[in-house]
């Protein structure tokens, strides 16, 4: 196989047990969270230029309105540069050997899960216990 072709979720869905994180695997991973990455930092662009352009609006409601949109904008650029965080974890749990593998067990994370939530560093029983302690005790 290219070195330079990357596999599709289809192909690596398909991979047996014995090639979990092998070269290719974290090929993908990784090609996948610096896409990630890229698009969080032109969002967080795009974000700065439109808070920059100054509108003179003399409507009240229209100004309200306005300010309610620069709102969740920023909310929604606070949620992406916490999401910014973990995708530069992920990478360098990519490069350190650990990427895949469960912080709480060692247990494999398993490819369908990190498709779906490629900065996962729990297994998914993992992530449940976690969840269930918090619910009962509030941690």
Known sequence: MSSNKLLTEAE???????????????????HRL???????LKNA????????ETVIVPD????????????LEL?????????LKKVEQSLARIESGDYGWCEETGEPI???????????TLSLEAQQ???????????
């Open 34 to 40: 610096e896409q990630l990455r890229d698009d969080i």
């Open 60 to 71: 009240p409601a229209d100004r309200a309105t306005i300010e309610e949109e620069h709102a």
């Open 110 to 120: 398993g490819v369908p899960r990190l498709l779906a939530r490629p900065t996962a």
């Open 12 to 30: 690596i869905l398909k991979m047996g047990d014995k090639d979990y994180m092998n070269e290719a695997q974290l090929a993908f991973f990784k």
């Open 45 to 52: 662009d795009q974000t700065t230029e439109h808070l920059r």
């Open 129 to 139: 216990r976690r969840e269930l302690r918090q619910k009962l005790f509030g941690d």
């Open 75 to 83: 909310r929604t650029r606070d949620r992406e540069r916490k999401l």
